[in-house]
């Protein structure tokens, strides 16, 4: 049973199917993504404990694979108790689904380099929070997704601006920010993490990408960066999952300074959006087929690095509920280029609908590969149908 089922999920039920799995997909509207790939479908708010409970016990499913952080997070403590896998763990994705708990395991319990930061439940408190951490700062609701609710603040006069923007991009009913240390970083990676049942923890090549808002844009594989900053962020990596528990991929975001080291910075216990790039041929297995392999506990003897490679997403200028395309064959006239239209049913300004992703031989131009994704997914658009 998959709780959420967006693009992500999509292409995590696809890698199922080829495995002979039976997939209930799970939403809060109906013909989301996954559930145009998937066997059943059930449309109700995963904040709804009952309705949740209501759907478990109505499929009695194997495994229960939560795809985004909108869900009644504790109920999934009692699907474990009734012997029902929870992907990686009840006690990982309670975790990881507020900003809070995971940023205490990080740097109180585990000790590792963050960012320095502050909690506000009011307005007050984010002013004070504001002026002890010290401007510039980044503001994020605890409970969001694909940067909804997150903002740079450089001064006092944004304040308001941007409390407001935090709580209107809150998921959940968690009302709480995290004011953060703004880091002057060089770059930032997503570094996606296998656990497995029976085996070592494996790692992709590190994944490059570029935000805006928060929300990713485009990302690359492989990052070129210093070997010992790769192992730093490795070890970070395995320690923080090893505490949390379970089998899957985590997809695990890192700071990188060049003169001040790796800053750990957010974590995610399923599939990264940043690591669609993996669709593109990039390694041996995608992230997906990661996913799904360590959630069954079949065996991934390696991931190796094939190709070099680049995603840019497609996002909709315009309101539809009747979202069709234009551009699809200025993509599909490239080289080694392939086109991924998510088939989400409403289109909305901003909204992310769909993704180009690109490869190349291991020691071509990867900036030149990047400038070719994005020129390519520039010329799709989303119109009314």
Same mark, same amino acid.
């Given at each position: 049973?998959?709780?959420?089922?967006?693009?992500?999920?999509?292409?995590?039920?696809?890698?199922?199917? %080829?495995?002979?799995?039976?997939?209930?997909?799970?939403?809060?509207?109906?013909?989301?993504?996954?559930?145009?790939?998937?066997?059943?479908?059930?449309?109700?708010?995963?904040?709804?404990?009952?309705?949740?409970?209501?759907?478990?016990?109505?499929?009695?499913?194997?495994?229960?694979?939560?795809?985004?952080?909108?869900?009644?997070?504790?109920?999934?403590?009692?699907?474990?108790?009734?012997?029902?896998?929870?992907?990686?763990?009840?006690?990982?994705?309670?975790?990881?689904?507020?900003?809070?708990?995971?940023?205490?395991?990080?740097? =109180?319990?585990?000790?590792?380099?963050?960012?320095?930061?502050?909690?506000?439940?009011?307005?007050?408190?984010?002013?004070?929070?504001?002026?002890?951490?010290?401007?510039?700062?980044?503001?994020?609701?605890?409970?969001?997704?694909?940067?909804?609710?997150?903002?740079?603040?450089?001064?006092?006069?944004?304040?308001?601006?941007?409390?407001?923007?935090?709580?209107?991009?809150?998921?959940?009913?968690?009302?709480?920010?995290?004011?953060?240390?703004?880091?002057?970083?060089?770059?930032?990676?997503?570094? @996606? =993490?296998? =656990?497995?049942?029976?085996?070592?923890?494996?790692?992709?090549?590190?994944?490059?990408?570029?935000?805006?808002?928060?929300?990713? %844009?485009?990302?690359?594989?492989?990052?070129?960066?210093?070997?010992?900053?790769?192992?730093?962020?490795?070890?970070?990596?395995?320690?923080?999952?090893?505490?949390?528990?379970?089998?899957?991929?985590?997809?695990?975001?890192?700071?990188?300074?060049?003169?001040?080291?790796?800053?750990?910075?957010?974590?995610?216990?399923?599939?990264?959006?940043?690591?669609?790039?993996? @669709?593109?041929?990039?390694?041996?297995?995608?992230?997906?087929?990661?996913?799904?392999?360590?959630?069954?506990?079949?065996?991934?003897?390696?991931?190796?690095?094939?190709?070099?490679?680049?995603?840019?997403?497609?996002?909709?200028?315009?309101?539809?509920?009747?979202?069709?395309?234009?551009?699809?064959?200025?993509?599909?006239?490239?080289?080694? =280029?392939?086109?991924?239209?998510?088939?989400?049913?409403?289109?909305?300004?901003? %909204?992310?609908?769909?993704?180009?992703?690109?490869?190349?031989?291991?020691?071509?131009? @990867?900036?030149?590969?990047?400038?070719?994704?994005?020129?390519?997914?520039?010329?799709?658009?989303?119109?009314?149908?």
């Amino acid at each position: 049973m998959l709780l959420g089922s967006g693009e992500l999920g999509k292409e995590f039920v696809i890698a199922c199917k %080829r495995k002979g799995q039976y997939v209930i997909a799970c939403d809060s509207y109906n013909n989301a993504p996954a559930m145009q790939v998937a066997d059943e479908r059930e449309v109700f708010s995963m904040l709804d404990g009952d309705a949740l409970a209501a759907a478990v016990a109505k499929h009695n499913p194997d495994i229960i694979v939560p795809e985004i952080e909108a869900i009644r997070t504790e109920k999934l403590y009692d699907f474990e108790k009734q012997g029902i896998q929870v992907v990686p763990s009840a006690r990982a994705v309670n975790f990881t689904m507020n900003r809070k708990a995971i940023r205490e395991l990080a740097h =109180t319990e585990l000790g590792l380099k963050t960012a320095n930061y502050k909690y506000a439940k009011t307005i007050e408190e984010f002013k004070a929070a504001a002026e002890e951490i010290g401007y510039p700062f980044i503001v994020k609701p605890l409970m969001s997704s694909s940067g909804h609710g997150q903002s740079k603040v450089d001064s006092p006069a944004e304040l308001e601006a941007a409390w407001k923007c935090a709580a209107e991009g809150a998921r959940g009913d968690i009302k709480e920010v995290i004011v953060e240390q703004f880091i002057k970083f060089d770059y930032e990676i997503t570094l @996606l =993490t296998v =656990t497995q049942r029976n085996g070592e923890t494996l790692f992709c090549g590190p994944i490059g990408h570029v935000q805006k808002g928060g929300d990713y %844009r485009e990302s690359f594989q492989p990052m070129p960066m210093n070997p010992e900053h790769l192992a730093e962020a490795q070890r970070m990596a395995k320690e923080v999952t090893k505490a949390l528990t379970g089998a899957g991929i985590w997809g695990v975001e890192f700071f990188i300074s060049n003169t001040e080291g790796v800053y750990f910075s957010e974590l995610s216990p399923r599939p990264h959006d940043t690591g669609m790039v993996t @669709l593109a041929g990039t390694q041996n297995l995608s992230e997906f087929e990661l996913h799904c392999r360590a959630v069954l506990g079949l065996p991934i003897p390696e991931i190796t690095q094939e190709k070099i490679g680049a995603s840019a997403v497609i996002l909709s200028e315009i309101e539809t509920d009747k979202p069709d395309y234009t551009g699809i064959e200025s993509v599909t006239e490239n080289t080694n =280029t392939y086109l991924r239209i998510f088939g989400k049913p409403v289109a909305h300004v901003g %909204r992310r609908m769909g993704v180009v992703v690109c490869y190349d031989k291991i020691g071509a131009d @990867l900036n030149a590969l990047r400038d070719k994704c994005k020129a390519a997914a520039a010329k799709v658009k989303v119109v009314k149908g």
